[in-house]
């Protein structure tokens, strides 16, 4: 079964930052890309970043390029999200989820992923 369980959400002050892990389980972490979303109250789910194992791969969203940083430990099955430079625009509930990885073919498109881990609240405010 395959499970994704983010952590590391939390209230910060403006220019603060936070790293957001994500622990997978069930499924064989090469074959799959692993993304983060994040969800704003009253917005739609956006896509933040991704990565993947099988070819070190990763992407940014504009909003994001420069200021935030996704990485991976192979050991422990888990993917993480440096949080830098937070403004408060960046406040959402940020989620975890993994599609089946395929060579060449990177989206931050929240339909493309199957498997959708809970989410942890970061909120930046003074």
């Known amino acids: 079964e395959v499970q994704l369980q983010a952590s590391g959400g939390g209230l910060v002050q403006p220019g603060g930052s936070l790293r957001l892990s994500c622990a997978a389980s069930g499924f064989t972490f090469n074959d799959y890309t692993i993304g983060w979303f994040r969800q704003a109250p009253g917005k739609a789910r956006e896509g933040v970043s991704c990565i993947s194992r099988n070819d070190g791969s990763t992407y940014y969203a504009d909003s994001v390029r420069g200021r935030f940083t996704v990485s991976s430990d192979n050991a422990k099955n888990t993917v993480y999200l440096q949080l830098n430079s937070l403004k408060p625009e960046d406040t959402a509930v940020y989620y975890c989820?993994?599609?089946?990885?395929?060579?060449?073919?990177?989206?931050?498109?929240?339909?493309?992923?199957?498997?959708w881990g809970q989410g942890t609240q970061v909120t930046v405010s003074s």
């Open positions: 989820a993994a599609r089946r990885f395929r060579m060449g073919y990177y989206t931050l498109n929240p339909h493309r992923y199957e498997y």
